[in-house]
């Protein structure tokens, strides 16, 4: 079984940034996609940013440009740098295999809050 730590939240001013890292208990490197997902207040969590073993990534439209995701199979750490922050980006984010089935769905953390504000 496998449990992801997330870790880099905190406070920031719009516009800026933060670097979130994602540690799992064991090996990733045979998850073909990992993703960072987020769950703003009264909504749904979401998958925000999505890589896949061999480097591949896409983002949701409201993040194209402005993060980044990145994955080191050998530490077994997955990365998510945010710039540019804006208040809509305030939520809680967390990794997971993409999907989170099977296996994975009792693999969540608890995640690290991010809150844009000024």
């Known amino acids: 079984q496998v449990q992801f730590v997330e870790s880099g939240g905190g406070l920031v001013q719009p516009g800026g940034s933060l670097r979130l890292s994602c540690a799992a208990s064991?090996?990733?490197?045979?998850?073909?996609?990992m993703a960072w997902y987020r769950q703003a207040p009264g909504k749904q969590r979401a998958l925000v940013a999505r890589i896949t073993r061999d480097g591949r990534t896409a983002y949701v439209d409201s993040v194209k440009g402005r993060f980044t995701i990145s994955r080191d199979n050998a530490k077994n750490t997955v990365y998510l740098q945010t710039n540019s922050l804006k208040p809509e980006d305030t939520a809680v984010y967390y990794c997971?295999?993409?999907?989170?089935?099977?296996?994975?769905?009792?693999?969540w953390g608890q995640g690290t809050q991010v809150t844009v504000s000024s």
């Open positions: 997971n295999s993409d999907p989170p089935s099977g296996i994975y769905e009792g693999a």
């Open positions: 064991r090996s990733i490197f045979s998850i073909y996609a």
